[in-house]
């Protein structure tokens, strides 16, 4: 009966064990972790289905409907119609015949499906895709191939047709933008005398020979360039492509209009693999068509990626030595306490609210003075700023803004990691203050620095509201770096993947189409900032390696 008492005492003394060593808050705490890894890894998983499969060769189908209607195309979804029957989404294509790219289909009005091994998927220029079954290939009124040949000789002259288009698309685009580049800096000359000294000059008069000599010369070179791009679209003239679709229409695409063309339902599982490589290829390196809900997103990953590094390279340099001064030189006091408040108040700032400045400071403030002082001749013949306006140089200023308060508080936090016997010891051997900071503190909080840049850097990359205000746009297939002098072009605008997501998920006018593209382009932006990062990292670790054991 003694030993009954203590009981109750020793299961209290094990419960209180517990709680001093926190073990419900263990789990709390794991479960939590567990949670966010868990929605993480969910939210990546989600995109990373979505889009990686956008670009798969899917079957084609050929539908019987009951209203003797026949549809021939791909499911792209199926879910549950209102009546409990199911039903599916059908990507039809031949917008310019039956006036939709989309139809629904309940199981009740389709009477067969088949897979016709004939069925041709076609991705054209312009139009959206084309689905028919081939009939023939023809060359003006001239049948080359036709029946089970007819795909076969279409994949024997295609590439001769692409490569001539390409060629007429690099004269186009490199060629004749040289010589408008040239007719442009000569009239700028003539601009330029009128304003510096007048009609009546010498200056004026040459400018103005140089002018019409050069506009001689160009008129030269363009009709070379008109014979050589005549010369080639004449290779490709009459070439074409007779299909018959499911309604029953005979449709004659051009050749030159092609970008590709399969046929899904006879592809091996290497030759699928073939045409999703291909079309990857298209859309990491070509450039945007169809309002930017097909080809390829070039133009807007060379932005992102060149927005990111100038703005990294732009906000690593103030924000460091913003938190320097801030940790090691200025008292403590109430005007450090205000300014820390303030920087720690800006990282809340709605994004807009630095747009707009941007877009009044930089663009208009800076950029306007720059135009005013250095570009008033193309001001004045051309109507419009150079710099006055949006571009990638105010857009990465921006953004450096914008992410200037998380490289500052993470800069402090790294400098006051450091030991103050690191700095005590520099000290006691003579050195100075900015020898201590240079060859002791900062070596040591470059880890702690690099974790602030990186966060700034997926921060930056993916915002969207300031670059709708200073430099973004729909389309700009010139990149700020090309060949023509001065080589590098920052006032011009650009694209940017996070735009493009909104643009094509909310602006496209076929938006069954462009969902599945607004997942590619979220995994490719994903997959970028996450390239980024990590390259961070790996210079963050070498960086710590090297000092890790000079630490005590």
């Given at each position: 009966m003694s030993s009954d008492p203590h009981r109750p005492r020793r299961q209290r003394s094990a419960h209180a064990s517990l709680a001093a060593h926190g073990e419900p808050w263990v789990w709390l705490t794991g479960g939590a972790l567990s949670l966010s890894v868990a929605m993480i890894v969910g939210l990546l998983g989600f995109i990373v289905s979505q889009g990686i499969g956008t670009f798969w060769p899917r079957p084609l189908e050929l539908f019987e409907i009951s209203d003797d209607r026949r549809a021939l195309g791909e499911i792209t979804a199926e879910e549950a119609a209102p009546d409990g029957t199911r039903r599916r989404l059908v990507r039809t294509a031949n917008f310019e015949i039956t006036g939709r790219h989309f139809e629904w289909l309940a199981d009740g009005e389709v009477t067969a499906v088949t897979r016709p091994p004939q069925a041709t998927v076609v991705e054209r220029l312009e139009g959206g895709r084309f689905h028919g079954l081939p009939l023939r290939v023809l060359k003006g009124e001239e049948t080359l191939a036709e029946g089970d040949q007819a795909f076969a000789e279409f994949a024997r002259l295609h590439p001769d047709v692409r490569r001539r288009i390409r060629a007429v698309w690099q004269i186009d685009k490199q060629d004749r933008g040289i010589l408008q580049r040239r007719l442009r800096a000569a009239r700028l000359a003539v601009v330029s005398a009128e304003l510096s000294d007048g009609r009546d000059t010498k200056a004026w008069q040459k400018a103005h020979a140089d002018e019409e000599k050069q506009r001689r010369e160009i008129d030269g070179a363009e009709q070379v360039l008109n014979e050589q791009t005549a010369r080639l679209r004449g290779a490709n003239e009459g070439l074409g492509f007779e299909f018959a679709t499911a309604g029953g229409e005979?449709?004659?695409?051009?050749?030159?209009?092609?970008?590709?063309?399969?046929?899904?339902?006879r592809l091996s599982l290497a030759e699928k693999m073939g045409v999703y490589a291909s079309r990857w290829g298209e859309f990491l390196s070509d450039d945007p068509r169809e309002a930017n809900s097909a080809g390829g997103v070039f133009p807007a990953i060379w932005g992102t990626v060149a927005m990111t590094l100038i703005m990294a390279l732009l906000v690593a340099p103030f924000g460091v030595l913003a938190a320097l001064y801030l940790r090691e030189y200025a008292s403590r006091g109430p005007l450090t306490a205000a300014v820390r408040i303030a920087i720690n108040n800006l990282a809340g700032v709605p994004s807009i609210v630095y747009g707009a400045f941007g877009l009044g400071f930089f663009c208009y403030v800076l950029g306007g003075s720059i135009d005013s002082l250095f570009f008033r001749p193309a001001l004045v013949a051309d109507g419009q700023p150079t710099f006055g306006t949006g571009g990638l140089l105010w857009a990465s200023l921006t953004l450096a803004l914008l992410t200037l308060p998380v490289v500052i508080v993470a800069t402090e936090e790294a400098l006051s990691a450091v030991p103050n016997s690191m700095r005590e010891g520099s000290y006691a051997c003579g050195a100075s203050k900015w020898q201590t900071i240079r060859r002791i503190v900062l070596p040591r909080a470059l880890p702690g620095i690099m974790t602030g840049l990186i966060l700034a850097m997926a921060r930056g990359a993916g915002e969207v509201a300031p670059l709708m205000l200073v430099g973004v746009k729909k389309l700009a297939l010139d990149l700020p770096i090309d060949s023509s002098f001065p080589f590098v072009?920052?006032?011009?605008?650009?694209?940017?993947?996070?735009?493009?997501?909104?643009?094509?998920?909310?602006?496209?006018?076929?938006?069954?189409?462009?969902?599945p593209m607004v997942f590619t382009i979220t995994f490719l932006l994903v997959a970028i900032i996450a390239l980024l990062n990590v390259t961070a990292i790996w210079i963050r670790g070498r960086i710590k390696r090297r000092y890790v054991s000079q630490q005590f």
């Open positions: 005979r449709v004659v695409l051009p050749l030159a209009d092609i970008v590709r063309a399969w046929q899904p339902n072009h920052p006032e011009r605008e650009f694209m940017h993947l996070a735009y493009l997501i909104y643009d094509v998920g909310f602006q496209s006018p076929n938006s069954q189409a462009a969902k």
